[in-house]
């Protein structure tokens, strides 16, 4: 009898699997083999390899327009071909505005009201008044902000000339730093204090370290369901309260002694102060808060990451650093500082942070979904509504068609006569279209003051203790090494 029972549920879990996992190939679609219950993500759930890894492997078995896969059960798919990522980022992008990522605002409605999960009208409200924000003339304006933290960086460097730093506890206090003062209008000091209290609710937020708070983001990402299910929050809890209110007390404060800063605060304060009665979407203190720390989690590790990432080429390609060093000191010599201009001046500057981006994208995919059916012209196939999409910047920036000899750090690559040979929505590194990183300037200019700020009067060596080649964390959700990045100061 009880034999009969379990062949019966051995059955119907069979016919459910093959039901779940038979979604692509009748829909006609290549499809990477799912493995058991894990689809094509045994070995990021397993923690052996990196989803960088992951997605380049999978970008690399293929040589078709797009590709499905399986995220434990729920079909994804994964879009290969240049013509039709245009479409999805940018001319249909009405189609594809969301990404498929959680946004429940009774269980998070922090994460509800952010630019990155936020859907809809409430990302279009939101986006529209934000978008002000970061033009060239408020960068300009908090350039000078930007530029004591270079200098703290500067000092620090100078105390520890001659020896072998580990680079992203370096530059991951510069970021603090500075988003810290852009951000929240407060002062971090963590370059100037070991113990700084913002450091550590900063390393707390996004922290993958607890099981539970591995589970939370990986859900946010790539099961939106379980977040409403087990109720948790993309950022934690405590940490994020602490900043909330760090940034009401700052604004209440600046309310009440009229200071002007021209800062993010600012800008955000000022934007509520300016609302008229007919906007579709206003900001109450929660949800200008919530714009404060989408900025301190999206501004935070993706700048330090980018600027270590660099120093640890320029110490493996001395050629380079020697290069760079020349544009960056003929430059200050010229402007007798790092002014907005003189930063924007330094075209090997841009070519070799590029060239970083290109080799480091930091988060490995963009996300989308689809809002409704969606025919592709070019094969015919019909998508479904709200199925997931992933757009493997990963693989893109290492197919040797679009980016030969991939694995070499080559800042030609973007030499002005190279350049506009990039085939279009190749490179994407800041994403694309109405939904791309609103940060990109500020990411940029905070990476490039870093640089220009270390490079004017130190080298950056390889030691025995500089990890080559790089390995990554296959925990780690950005590309974060397993081993640290090392190199040795040398004053000049
Ligand atoms: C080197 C630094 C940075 C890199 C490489 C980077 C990369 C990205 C990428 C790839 C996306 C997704 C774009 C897409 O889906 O098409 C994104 C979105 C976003 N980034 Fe950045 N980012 C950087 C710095 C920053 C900074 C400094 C901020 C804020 C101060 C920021 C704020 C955001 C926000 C709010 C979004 C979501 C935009 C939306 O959905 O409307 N990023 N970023
Ligand atoms: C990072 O810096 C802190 C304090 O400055 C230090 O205690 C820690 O050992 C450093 N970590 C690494 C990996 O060097
Ligand atoms: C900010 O940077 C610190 C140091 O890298 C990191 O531990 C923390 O997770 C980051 N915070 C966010 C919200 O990304
Ligand atoms: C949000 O999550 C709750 C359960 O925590 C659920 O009842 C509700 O349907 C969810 N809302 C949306 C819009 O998915
Ligand atoms: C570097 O990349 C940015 C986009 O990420 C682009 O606007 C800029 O023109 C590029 N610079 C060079 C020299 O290719
Ligand atoms: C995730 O959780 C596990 C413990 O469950 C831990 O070993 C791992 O280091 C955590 N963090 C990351 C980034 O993987």
């Keep these: 009898m009880f034999a009969i029972y379990l062949g019966c549920l051995l059955l119907l879990l069979y016919y459910l699997y093959q039901k779940t996992y038979s979604y692509w190939s009748s829909r006609g679609v290549p499809f990477d083999k799912p493995f058991l219950i894990f689809g094509s993500f045994f070995d990021i759930a397993a923690r052996k390899k990196h989803i960088f890894h992951v997605l380049r ?32 980022l940018v001319k249909d992008f009405d189609k594809f505005l969301n990404r498929k990522v959680a946004s429940n605002e009774s269980v998070d409605p922090i994460a509800a009201h952010t630019l990155f999960s936020s859907k809809d009208q409430i990302w279009r409200g939101i986006r529209a008044k934000i978008s002000p924000v970061f033009t060239s003339g408020k960068m300009k304006l908090m350039l000078p902000l930007m530029k004591e933290c270079a200098e703290d960086l500067n000092a620090y460097l100078t105390k520890r000339a001659g020896e072998t730093l580990e680079f992203r506890n370096v530059t991951k206090k510069y970021s603090v730093d500075i988003i810290s003062s852009c951000a ?52 934690d809890k405590t940490a994020s309260d602490y900043l909330i209110k760090m940034f009401q007390s700052t604004i209440a404060e600046r309310q009440k002694k009229n200071i002007v800063r021209n800062d993010l605060i600012d800008l955000l304060s000022n934007l509520k102060d300016n609302e008229k009665f007919t906007d579709e979407y206003k900001f109450d203190d929660i949800k200008m808060a919530a714009q404060a720390l989408t900025f301190f989690s999206a501004g935070n590790d993706t700048t330090s990451l980018t600027i270590s990432f660099t120093l640890y ?18 430059t200050f010599a010229k402007h007798g500082d790092f002014t907005y201009d003189a930063i924007y001046e330094m075209k090997y500057l ?16 963009l996300n989308r979904k689809s809002a409704s059916k969606y025919t592709f012209e070019e094969t015919g196939f019909t998508l479904d509504e709200d199925v997931a999409i992933l757009i493997p910047v990963a693989g893109l920036h290492f197919d040797p068609e679009y980016f030969p000899d991939p694995e070499k750090y080559d800042p030609e690559r973007f030499s002005e006569e190279n350049k506009n040979k990039i085939q279009p929505y190749t490179y994407l590194p800041f994403g694309d279209g109405p939904r791309s990183c609103i940060g990109q300037r500020f ?27 790089l390995v990554f964390n296959s925990g780690s959700f950005f590309m974060q090494t397993k081993t640290g990045l090392h190199m040795k100061v040398v004053k000049l």
């Design 350 to 365: 841009d070519m070799v942070v590029n060239e970083t981006l290109r080799k480091y994208p930091l988060t490995s995919f």
């Design 443 to 469: 990411g940029l200019l905070v990476t490039k003051m870093a640089l220009a700020y270390t490079l004017k009067d130190f080298a950056f060596e390889r030691t025995a203790a500089t990890a080559v080649p």
């Design 184 to 235: 929240f209008g407060v002062n971090s000091y963590c370059l100037k204090d070991d113990n700084s209290e913002i450091m550590q609710v900063a390393t707390k937020l996004l922290d993958l370290k607890s099981f539970v708070r591995n589970f939370s983001v990986f859900s946010f990402f790539f099961v939106p369901k379980f977040v409403d299910i087990f109720r948790v929050t993309f950022l």
């Design 313 to 330: 080429e320029l110490a493996l390609n001395p050629t380079i650093q020697d290069r760079l060093r020349q544009e960056v000191q003929e």
């Design 57 to 88: 492997e999978i970008y690399d078995k293929f040589d078709t327009p797009y590709v499905g896969i399986y995220i434990l059960n729920q079909p994804t798919l994964i879009v290969r071909s240049p013509e039709i990522l245009k479409r999805i």
